[in-house]
């Protein structure tokens, strides 16, 4: 089930960045009482009682401003209300209400999404009890009047929060479709793929960046069984919006990764792997998503006997954090290899959903033990005791252990590489969870 994702909007310097490293838990966002400090959007993986989502921080919006980088956090803003399924309208009770709260306002309402008003800075109820009253006029429900920097309120926001977090999220559960993200930077060919796949020209295609605004699904059907394309764009509004893209397109990834069972990660043969295509990538591989590496215009590289090789090594390299990643070479223009597409998703699907039976796992990390003594600190050793899986997408298993910081992480790797000699899980990330047992308990 993806989760659901919650914007933190408002006008500048009202508090945002502050409520979001309260809710998030970290100092993400920088935090400075200066108007326009947060100029990307940043989000992080939140969980509030048995519930988890997705927080955006974003820019304030200044509706009427016509200064550049304000108009750029406005554009940055829009897109989280856009892909948001619950909007943290924050507010100022010491400024109180002004013209600019009525316009965002005017501009959520328009958004026909739910929005939970936060009225900030209530250190002393007492005090400021009454002005919170105030914010009623705007229309948009009871006013939650918090502290995000004393951490007063949170539970009773969180809580209205939650009581968004809906139907919609669990029809997607129901839908069994396999959803397959077609992520990456822009201008590298993602709608052109999906208009290869689907044979239709159902997404706006031209070759400047962003030209797709809003993020679409696609059903194609392919050797009789039906799968749903996500295609992520929306990276930017308005051509005069020069800088890095990049902020522009992390949260529509986001949001798709989110909802996908398999992300295929597009890249620009002609421009190589980049750090950008890094941090798109590292966005699936956090979420534990099954991952497929697309190289796009494959048709458009001179190539001799080694460029493949070459290629695949520069691209392992850049993105070593996952080499379980599966490589595809294609062209959207000629369909080079796109009819393979679809047979590794189904692979990935398999891999993602593998069960191992305890016994066997339980082997195989006894030989791994036995083959590669177990890391030791100040005389005492790791001893592992017993190993299961408890999840797949992704598949997740559970080590327990004599003592868990004697678990080093390079160990926990080597364990994973066994793993996947025996049984493996290609294009799918596995999650381990290391626990404490007594000798006695295991």
């Given at each position: 089930?993806?989760?659901p994702?919650v914007?933190?909007?408002g006008?500048?310097?009202?508090?945002k960045s502050?409520l979001?490293?309260?809710?998030?838990g970290?100092s993400?966002?920088?935090?400075?009482?200066?108007p326009?400090?947060?100029?990307?959007?940043?989000?992080?993986?939140?969980?509030?009682l048995?519930?988890?989502?997705?927080?955006?921080?974003?820019?304030g919006?200044?509706?009427?401003?016509?200064?550049?980088?304000?108009?750029?956090?406005?554009?940055?803003?829009?897109?989280?209300?856009?892909?948001?399924?619950?909007?943290?309208?924050i507010?100022d009770?010491?400024?109180?209400l002004?013209?600019?709260?009525?316009?965002?306002?005017?501009?959520?309402?328009?958004?026909?999404?739910?929005?939970?008003l936060?009225?900030?800075?209530?250190?002393?109820?007492q005090?400021?009890g009454?002005?919170?009253?105030?914010?009623?006029?705007?229309?948009?429900?009871?006013?939650?009047?918090?502290?995000?920097?004393?951490?007063?309120?949170?539970?009773d926001?969180?809580?209205?929060?939650?009581?968004?977090?809906?139907?919609?999220?669990?029809?997607?559960e129901?839908?069994?479709?396999?959803?397959?993200?077609?992520v990456?930077k822009p201008?590298?060919?993602?709608s052109?793929?999906?208009?290869?796949?689907?044979?239709?020209?159902?997404?706006?295609?031209?070759?400047?960046?962003?030209?797709?605004?809003?993020?679409?699904?696609?059903?194609?059907?392919?050797?009789?069984?039906?799968?749903?394309?996500?295609d992520?764009?929306?990276?930017?509004?308005?051509?005069?919006?020069?800088?890095d893209?990049?902020?522009?397109?992390i949260?529509?990834?986001?949001?798709?990764?989110?909802?996908a069972?398999?992300?295929?990660?597009?890249?620009?043969a002609?421009?190589g792997?980049?750090?950008q295509?890094?941090?798109?990538?590292?966005?699936?591989?956090e979420r534990?998503?099954g991952?497929i590496?697309?190289v796009?215009?494959?048709?458009?590289?001179?190539?001799?006997?080694?460029t493949?090789?070459?290629?695949s090594r520069?691209?392992?390299?850049?993105?070593?954090f996952m080499?379980y990643?599966?490589?595809?070479?294609?062209?959207?223009?000629?369909?080079?290899r796109?009819?393979?597409?679809?047979?590794l998703?189904d692979?990935?699907?398999?891999?993602q959903?593998?069960?191992?039976?305890?016994?066997?796992?339980?082997?195989?990390?006894?030989?791994a033990?036995?083959?590669q003594?177990?890391?030791?600190?100040?005389?005492?050793r790791l001893?592992?005791?017993?190993?299961?899986?408890?999840?797949?997408k992704?598949?997740?298993?559970?080590?327990?252990?004599?003592?868990?910081?004697?678990?080093?992480?390079s160990?926990?790797?080597?364990?994973e590489?066994?793993i996947?000699?025996?049984?493996?899980?290609?294009?799918?990330?596995?999650?381990?969870?290391i626990r404490?047992?007594s000798g006695?308990?295991?």
């Amino acid at each position: 089930m993806s989760k659901p994702i919650v914007a933190i909007v408002g006008r500048p310097n009202v508090g945002k960045s502050t409520l979001f490293n309260v809710i998030a838990g970290d100092s993400i966002s920088i935090v400075k009482d200066t108007p326009g400090v947060t100029r990307d959007r940043i989000y992080a993986d939140c969980t509030w009682l048995d519930m988890n989502f997705t927080l955006i921080d974003t820019g304030g919006i200044e509706p009427d401003s016509s200064d550049v980088i304000l108009s750029q956090m406005r554009e940055q803003a829009q897109i989280a209300i856009d892909t948001a399924d619950v909007i943290i309208f924050i507010v100022d009770v010491r400024q109180g209400l002004v013209d600019s709260d009525y316009r965002v306002a005017d501009i959520l309402r328009k958004s026909r999404k739910p929005v939970v008003l936060a009225v900030n800075k209530v250190d002393s109820f007492q005090k400021f009890g009454n002005d919170v009253y105030e914010f009623y006029n705007l229309g948009i429900g009871d006013p939650v009047p918090v502290s995000a920097a004393s951490r007063l309120g949170i539970g009773d926001l969180l809580d209205a929060v939650a009581a968004h977090f809906s139907a919609e999220k669990l029809e997607d559960e129901e839908d069994e479709r396999p959803r397959i993200a077609i992520v990456g930077k822009p201008n590298v060919g993602k709608s052109s793929i999906i208009n290869r796949l689907t044979g239709e020209n159902r997404v706006i295609v031209s070759n400047i960046a962003g030209t797709t605004r809003d993020a679409v699904d696609t059903e194609v059907v392919h050797n009789g069984t039906s799968y749903v394309l996500i295609d992520t764009a929306g990276l930017r509004r308005k051509s005069k919006v020069k800088e890095d893209l990049e902020r522009y397109s992390i949260i529509r990834t986001v949001a798709a990764v989110e909802r996908a069972d398999v992300v295929v990660v597009v890249i620009d043969a002609t421009e190589g792997v980049t750090e950008q295509d890094a941090k798109v990538a590292g966005i699936a591989h956090e979420r534990g998503k099954g991952i497929i590496v697309a190289v796009n215009k494959w048709d458009a590289i001179e190539k001799n006997d080694k460029t493949i090789y070459e290629f695949s090594r520069k691209i392992r390299d850049t993105l070593s954090f996952m080499p379980y990643a599966e490589l595809l070479f294609v062209s959207a223009v000629t369909g080079q290899r796109l009819g393979r597409l679809f047979d590794l998703i189904d692979v990935v699907r398999q891999n993602q959903n593998l069960r191992v039976a305890t016994g066997v796992l339980n082997e195989i990390i006894s030989e791994a033990a036995a083959m590669q003594q177990p890391p030791a600190d100040k005389g005492k050793r790791l001893k592992i005791y017993y190993t299961t899986q408890v999840a797949v997408k992704p598949p997740t298993f559970v080590i327990f252990v004599n003592q868990k910081d004697l678990m080093h992480f390079s160990y926990v790797r080597y364990l994973e590489n066994r793993i996947r000699e025996a049984f493996g899980f290609r294009g799918t990330s596995l999650k381990f969870i290391i626990r404490e047992r007594s000798g006695k308990e295991a």
